[in-house]
């Protein structure tokens, strides 16, 4: 994209004032940010996803061990497992978790 402006204003050089040219250029730049930006933002989106999943799936591996120990270590009836739960906080810019642990019977 970048080398695709800089041969679309060496091509029009001489045609243009400085500035015309010094506009194009600016124009030139701030489409280029614009798109930096918009790749950012779908790089940012995807990262958060790929977090989240890797999350999930940290938080189910570390319950399945819980349980594990659980069922070779308790030995009374009235719990039949335990594991952590994790809640992402709505009203937080920043991903943020709560975590608690809970008894099923």
Do not use: C
Request: aromatic content about 10%; overall charge neutral; cysteine-free.
């Amino acid at each position: 994209m970048i080398n695709q402006y800089d041969r679309t204003l060496n091509d029009v050089k001489d045609k243009w004032s400085p500035t015309e040219r010094a506009y194009i250029e600016k124009l030139f730049k701030a489409n280029i940010n614009e798109s930096v930006v918009e790749d950012l933002d779908i790089y940012i989106e995807n990262l958060e996803k790929s977090l989240m999943l890797f999350h999930k799936q940290k938080m189910e591996e570390i319950n399945k061990i819980i349980a594990d120990l659980w069922i070779k270590t308790y030995q009374g009836n009235d719990i039949r497992k335990i594991e952590i739960k994790s809640d992402i906080e709505p009203s937080s810019r920043n991903k943020s978790f709560n975590y608690r642990i809970t008894f099923a019977n």
